[in-house]
């Protein structure tokens, strides 16, 4: 035989094999990182599969090639106005018969969005795995069967036209917004994701239709599903639904326009109503395939990552600045790698952006060290296993990588971090860090007024726009003593629960592999600060990272930067805590240095006088925020002072904290720190037997500590009225409407009334969402809660943003619903939802290892047992229609809720007159 038919032979039976493990109508494409790429031949929709079946939870994701860099001048926010209306529903799935989305899905427990960024549009489901094809059908559905009706336009445009609002509170958000509009002259980057006001007020519905019928095709789709399934069944159910739609009949088009090159520096500035400035300087760089951006991510997490950052020590904490950090924006095309920094009081904006520019000078002439670079890729690698702690985080990142251009990107993304040299990082900055290819801008506050809460980095860096507000959902822990568990499982029997010196340790083995997530809290919270003086245990907390009797604080931040561990404290009211993240192999060396800062703390006079300067600056980015304020007052007219629920006013609590000293913090520490009370969680690869043992090693002969005490029912006390905070400046309000509820969470009307909240104003299937946003489109947020615990009863109120010219009908909507929740009580069908909702919404809370550790921990804090998480379901189901209505009516009274309204309204609600 001639080495030619050999040859010829192999290849038959090559491709034979390869066929025959591809279903009929696919073609394989490729395989990487244990990610499948298939091809469905009648159509072009590119389809990602990944199974993973450590958890019974998979997520289902589609991603359309087509973002904000897709519209023209006339139709800015197309794409997201037209993400909103995706949800309306198709002639199949719609409200009025009952397939809606929520119903569908959310109703079984699915957590379910949609976001619009610069290059993407993606959906996404993360489901119990039983209802794989009930969410493919639904996707298949809407992508090209969509309603688009122009009453749902009219009544979604008010919805997005809030959210733009409520984006225009922000100071960072409206610099981030012209520094983009500034550096982009030609490109579509030039305008934000969710379009210019007039774009959105006015585009038309023959428009957003064209938008769909150009771009919502199977050849311009990618669908991933990543987590607990079949991959045959899998193909042949996309197969199914997706198999019937046609490819688009026109190419789809192509994006064509490239910036012209910058020849100068730009600037902009912003006066609006503020408490601080901001700072923010842009450079050109490019798109995120080319090959300059893993060198560009390493110098990025060299300047904004840590403690040890280059713009943490020239800028924070030097008390220039109250917080920093680097926005690299990986995008399709060429974008800007953008650094901001939030000013302290009494800090020029000019003296800020010398800062900066001369730590970026500094790098172009002297480089950075070998240190730097492995400490930035040690970081790196362990962000990267985090991001791959259950399927949705999987998904998310796969999405961003098509968005790139290339979904092979997350697949390669470590091993071209790896070959990033000091020299690639000096020549980045020198290539890129130029001034005639860069935007400045500040934001400049005139008078007091409008921004969102106090900044941190997870809050304030650009996000996509969400169809759904990201947490709008309630989180697991706060949902009643511990969620319902699925019956047909059992969690306890992966836990091990024992006292190690006096700690109470939980350890969760979990199906992650290689990341373990840490997370405790021990008494010791704002209501333990003594006297006249709120701020002792926040200050104490706070300074357990700035250094011990054994490293300060930079050395203790290198440990743990070296390993690309987090570790993080915060005093929230009753507790300190603590969370963790790290990979399996580096626990022993996390738990030691826990132990370091919780047991021996310098407590440093000049770390003192540094963290007082941040908090001042924090304190006074709260009077910024409309939410804040309106949460200030109410807690002030409904609790009495000595409730653990009264707030002082931030002006009070940056009085107190001035006064502070370091002998207050010693003595703080001193008395109430110790294991008495504490709880150490930790889930994921978890190794029982050495965490214990480290435990034991690291906290041996550490005492003390106290335990919480019960607190006295609470009425309200101001009984109704409306009350008005007038900001300058706000173009959304925020209300709360709400009440001392005298009920805490463990009382036996605790559950019935929660699972009568959650019918009521929880997420998109609860009432107020369905109709004062969906049906009414006056709001783009509205939800109600109930805050409580196992040590004092709570409130119960109402949240919701408007515009100012939409206040009066929103009150009237939501007190119609208040009033008609209370009096009609909910139904039967409702309450069997509700059941089964939160049962799945369980099952997929506990696929993540962050997930587990905040559920027990929860549950532990309650004085329940690890056992008692796989009973619970029983008692949800238990609990009666009769329960639930009796306990609504008991507890919350509409004609003694107290309404708070913050924003630019006069003290008659009206909004104020534009000067």
């Not at 899905?105 to 949609?114: H, I, S, Y």
């Not at 592999?513 to 809290?521: L, N, Q, Y």
Request: glycine share 8%.
């Amino acid at each position: 035989m001639s080495r030619m038919l050999i040859f010829m032979v192999m290849l038959f039976l090559t491709i034979s094999f390869s066929n025959a493990s591809v279903p009929d109508g696919y073609s394989k494409v490729k395989e990487l990182g244990g990610i499948e790429e298939f091809k469905l031949e009648s159509n072009d929709l590119t389809v990602l599969l990944m199974e993973d079946h450590s958890a019974p939870v998979l997520t289902f994701m589609v991603t359309f090639h087509v973002g904000s860099r897709n519209e023209v001048t006339g139709t800015t926010g197309s794409t997201h106005l037209l993400e909103h209306l995706m949800f309306k529903g198709t002639p199949r799935f719609n409200k009025a018969n009952g397939g809606h989305i929520d119903n569908l899905l959310g109703n079984v427990g699915a957590m379910l969005n949609a976001t619009t960024w610069t290059d993407r549009t993606n959906y996404y489901e993360s489901i119990p795995s039983e209802y794989l094809e009930t969410t493919v059908e639904f996707e298949a559905d809407r992508m090209r069967n969509l309603l688009l009706l122009k009453e749902d336009k009219e009544a979604e445009m008010t919805v997005v036209r809030n959210e733009y609002e409520r984006g225009e509170n922000s100071p960072y958000q409206t610099l981030d917004k012209e520094i983009f509009a500034t550096a982009f002259q030609a490109h579509p980057y030039h305008h934000s994701t969710i379009g210019w006001k007039s774009d959105i007020e006015n585009v038309t519905m023959e428009k957003l239709r064209d938008f769909y019928n150009t771009f919502y095709w199977p050849n311009n789709a990618t669908v991933t599903v990543i987590g607990d399934f079949d991959k045959t069944h899998a193909l042949e159910l996309i197969k199914k639904y997706y198999g019937k739609i046609s490819k688009s009949p026109n190419p789809i088009p192509e994006l064509y326009t490239v910036e012209p090159k910058q020849e100068g520096q730009r600037r902009v500035t912003i006066k609006r109503p503020g408490q601080l400035g901001v700072v923010g300087i842009g450079w050109k760089i490019p798109g995120a395939l080319n090959a300059d951006t893993y060198s560009l991510a390493v110098l990025d997490n060299i300047m904004q990552n840590g403690k040890n950052s280059r713009m943490y020590k020239a800028l924070i904490d030097n008390n220039k600045a109250s917080n920093a950090f680097d926005d690299h924006s990986m995008f399709k095309d060429p974008s800007l790698y953008i650094s901001y920094a939030f000013l302290a009081p009494g800090v020029t904006h000019d003296e800020v952006e010398k800062i900066i520019l001369a730590e970026f000078d500094k790098i172009k002439k002297e480089g950075v060290t070998d240190a730097e670079v492995t400490r930035a890729k040690s970081q790196i690698k362990a962000a990267t296993a985090f991001g791959r702690d259950g399927s949705f985080s999987i998904a998310s990142r796969i999405n961003e990588s098509i968005a790139r251009g290339d979904w092979t990107f997350y697949t390669n993304y470590l091993d071209n971090i790896r070959k990033v040299t000091a020299e690639d990082v000096k020549r980045v900055a020198n290539e890129y860090f130029i001034e005639d290819h860069s935007t400045t801008g500040h934001f400049i506050p005139v008078l007091p007024g409008g921004g969102k809460d106090k900044p941190g980095p997870s809050s304030l860096k650009k996000q996509p726009q969400f169809y759904r507000t990201p947490g709008m959902e309630t989180p697991a822990a706060a949902l009643s003593p511990v969620q319902p568990q699925p019956t047909e499982s059992s969690i306890a029997k992966n836990i091990e629960r024992k006292n190690i010196n006096g700690i109470d340790v939980i350890t969760s083995k979990t199906g992650v592999k290689d990341v373990v997530t840490i997370t405790g809290s021990m008494a010791g919270g704002d209501i333990f600060s003594p006297g006249d003086n709120g701020m002792i245990a926040d200050l104490t907390g706070r300074m357990l990272d700035k250094g011990t009797t054994k490293n300060d604080k930079f050395a203790l931040a290198e440990k743990l930067e070296n390993l690309g561990a987090t570790l993080r404290f915060g005093i929230d009211k009753y507790n300190v805590t603590f969370n963790a993240r790290c990979l399996k192999k580096d626990v022993s060396a996390v738990i030691d240095l826990l132990a370091e800062q919780l047991r021996m703390p310098a407590f440093s006079e000049e770390e003192l006088v540094k963290l007082k300067k941040q908090t001042e600056a924090n304190l006074k980015r709260q009077l910024e925020s409309t939410n804040s304020r309106a949460t200030e007052k109410l807690n002030r007219l409904i609790f009495s002072e000595d409730h653990p629920n009264y707030d002082e006013t931030i002006e009070n609590l940056i009085e107190q904290m001035k006064a502070v000293t370091i002998g207050d913090v010693k003595a703080f520490h001193k008395k109430f720190y110790g294991p008495k009370s504490m709880i150490f969680v930790a889930a994921g690869d978890v190794d029982s037997e050495m965490i214990q043992k480290s435990l034991k090693n690291a906290f041996a002969g550490w005492d003390g500590g106290v335990t919480h005490k019960q607190y006295e029912q609470q009425t309200t006390k101001t009984k109704s009225g409306k009350h008005i905070v007038t900001m300058e400046g706000k173009t959304s309000t925020s209300i709360l409407i709400g009440q001392a509820s005298g009920l805490k969470r463990t009382d036996k009307d605790g559950l019935p009334f929660y699972l009568g909240n959650t019918i009521f104003g929880t997420g998109f299937a609860g009432r107020l969402m369905s109709i004062i946003r969906d049906d009414e489109g006056l709001t783009y947020g509205i939800y109600s809660t109930h805050t409580s615990d196992i040590y004092s009863d709570g409130k119960w109120f109402i949240g919701a943003t408007f515009a100012p010219n939409l206040l009066d009908q929103g009150l009237k909507s939501t007190m119609r619903e208040f009033k008609r929740w209370v009096n009609e009580g909910v139904t039967a069908k409702e309450l069997q939802s509700v059941k089964k909702r939160l049962t799945g919404r369980y099952k997929v809370g506990l696929a993540t290892s962050r997930g587990m550790a905040a559920q027990i921990l929860g549950f532990i804090q309650q004085g329940y047992d690890v056992e008692y998480m796989d009973n619970f379901p029983n008692e949800i189901n238990k609990v009666t229609l009769e329960q639930v209505n009796n306990a609504i009516k008991k507890y919350i009274d509409p004609d003694a809720a107290v309404t708070v309204i913050a924003g630019s309204v006069d003290q008659d609600g009206k909004p104020l007159s534009k000067k």
